[in-house]
T-cell receptor, first 116, second 112 residues
Framework: AQKITQTQPGMFVQEKEAVTLDCTYD???????LFWYKQPSSGEMIFLIY??????QNATEGRYSLNFQKARKSANLVISASQLGDSAMYFC?????????????FGKGTSLLVTP | SQTIHQWPATLVQPVGSPLSLECTVE??????LYWYRQAAGRGLQLLFY??????ISSEVPQNLSASRPQDRQFILSSKKLLLSDSGFYLC???????????FGPGTRLTVL
């Protein structure tokens, strides 16, 4: 069975600073995918970044990068140059194979507050 | 481009009343569709998923049900709501190659 762990319930960062949100996972699958989503106060879940287990390079999308350490089973999200609009809940998720497709198993999330 | 719609955006219902939440997707064919529930301050719990018309799989036994009458329409229902059904309901569709899912705006349900 898969398990996603986000140990930081809340984080603070000052505007323009970088911040790392932790995510560790446990799986017996050889092939897997890891995702990060942002959930602002409006509630919608916004896809940020994806990392495949066989990808040799760390994924990057604009100010978001994923620090993937396979041996340590960690997939931390790094947000560079934080902005006030980055204040939100952040969820780490892992792809779980189901009949004819995939579902996502989510961690409990980290609340990020960016301060001026 | 693909878009996903959910309605209503908010709903307040008495205990024991029926429920119908609707989700529609535009701009894609034969998507995998999902219903998740998020309790206050919690992560997302997968409720149902569908790989095609009329094909529904349930992840959590409860008083909710789902149906997929058309390729891009997914409906979440209940005959009698419980207090514990309160939460934020999110519909999503997925890309099969990598598995990332794209979510609708959600429905906030309060059962009183």
């Amino acid at each position: 069975a898969q398990k996603i762990t986000q140990t930081q319930p809340g984080m603070f960062v000052q505007e323009k600073e970088a911040v790392t949100l932790d995510c560790t996972y446990d799986t017996s699958d050889q092939s897997y995918g890891l995702f990060w989503y942002k959930q602002p106060s409006s509630g919608e879940m916004i896809f940020l970044i994806y990392q495949g287990s066989y990808d040799e390079q760390n994924a990057t999308e604009g100010r978001y990068s994923l620090n993937f350490q396979k041996a340590r089973k960690s997939a931390n999200l790094v947000i560079s140059a934080s902005q006030l609009g980055d204040s939100a809940m952040y969820f780490c998720a892992m792809r779980d194979e189901i009949n004819s497709g995939y579902a996502l198993n989510f961690g409990k999330g980290t609340s990020l507050l960016v301060t001026p | 481009s693909q878009t996903i719609h959910q309605w209503p955006a908010t709903l307040v219902q008495p205990v024991g009343s029926p429920l119908s939440l609707e989700c529609t997707v535009e701009g894609t064919s034969n998507p995998n569709l999902y219903w998740y529930r998020q309790a206050a301050g919690r992560g997302l719990q997968l409720l149902f998923y569908s790989v095609g018309i009329g094909q529904i799989s349930s992840e959590v036994p409860q008083n909710l049900s789902a149906s997929r009458p058309q390729d891009r329409q997914f409906i979440l229902s209940s005959k009698k709501l419980l207090l514990s059904d309160s939460g934020f309901y999110l519909c999503a569709w997925s890309v099969l190659i990598s598995g990332e899912q794209f979510f609708g705006p959600g429905t906030r349900l309060t059962v009183l």
